[in-house]
Every structure is written in C-alpha cells, then in structure tokens.
C-alpha cells in the first residue's frame, strides 16, 4: 500500500470519527430539548442500532378536540439516502401506532412522528424528500428529518399541506424547537 493511499483511508477514517461525535452531540441536544418539553425522552435498542426515543401528547379543542400523539424518534446511520429515510419513515410510524396507547388512532387520537436521521454523509435527494413534503398514513402524519452533520443543516417539511392542516403550525413549532441548535441551519 502507498504511502499517499495510507494518509487518504486514515484521512477518511478521522472525518468518520469526527463525523460520529457531532452526530452523538447532536442527538444529545434533541434529546435534551425534548426533555424540556416534556417527551421523556430514553434510548431503546432497535436491532442492535440505538435510537432515540422521546413522546409526549397534547390535547386541543382546535384541533376538534383530539388528542395528538407526538413522537420523535431519533437515529445516527453511516449515509442517509431516499431509500433508508423512507424505510425509517415507515418503521417509525408503525412503532408510534402500536406504542401510543389510550384510543385506537382515527378516534379522536391522532399520531405524529418526526423520524430522524442523523449522518455525515447525505445523499442531497434524500434531504429534497424530508423537506418536500410530509408522509401520511391513516390518523398518523410523519414529518421525516435528515440532519447533514458535515453541513450542519437540518430538513423537514414546514409547510401546511391539505391533509393534517389542523397540526401543520403545532408541528413546525414543534419540529423547529427539537432540531434548530446552536450552530445548525434549518433548510
């Protein structure tokens, strides 16, 4: 092996390894602003990966008087393209649905989640897809984030679209409040 190719693969080892503490302290920080709001946030093992898990639940006679079953689930991966944040998307909805407790979702009970990946390496499509729009199932409104640790650039959808109106402001008050740390730029 040449030298030149050495210094290259212990160069892009020290970026992985810088990459993965500022992914760790960022995670820390979401973890911390959703203990202050109040989601209880811990860390569950999901096949063998650790994901951050915080959830809380709000009630609004606005929102014709349902209850919203908010998640955040969050997760340090290697890469971060379309593909895994819609696999993560999916699986992170069926967990709030199944964890959510209390009436079945539809009945006066809605669930929100914000599934959020974290990585150093970020296919730009991938970011296009969170921020574009918000994904929907049945009585359960996902607003996918993918955070660019090399950037220090978050994506998530804003907007107010048609389906899930009622939320759109509590939710992007909710989403800027968890992910705009110091330091970070919300796209």
């Given amino acids: 092996m040449t030298s030149a190719r050495c210094c290259r693969l212990l160069c892009e080892k020290l970026v992985l390894m810088a990459d993965e503490q500022i992914a760790q302290e960022y995670l820390a920080s979401v973890g911390s602003r959703l203990a202050t709001d109040g989601c209880g946030p811990r860390w569950e093992d999901w096949s063998g990966a650790p994901v ?66 974290v990585s150093g390496r970020i296919d730009p499509a991938a970011m296009a897809w969170a921020v574009d729009r918000q994904r929907v199932q049945f009585a359960c409104l996902a607003r996918p984030v993918v955070a660019d640790v090399t950037r220090r650039q978050v994506g998530f959808h804003r907007g107010r679209p048609a389906i899930g109106r009622l939320y759109a402001s509590h939710l992007t008050d909710k989403g800027e409040s968890y992910f705009d740390c110091p330091g970070w730029t919300l796209i």
């Fill in 52 to 117: 951050l898990v915080g959830r809380r639940a709000d009630f609004r006679l606005r929102w014709m008087g349902t209850r919203l079953h908010l998640f955040t689930i969050a997760a340090a991966v290697p890469e971060i393209t379309v593909a895994t944040i819609d696999t993560f998307t999916a699986q992170v909805q069926r967990y709030a649905k199944a964890n959510k407790g209390g009436l079945p979702a539809g009945m006066q009970t809605g669930v929100a989640v914000f599934p959020l990946l």
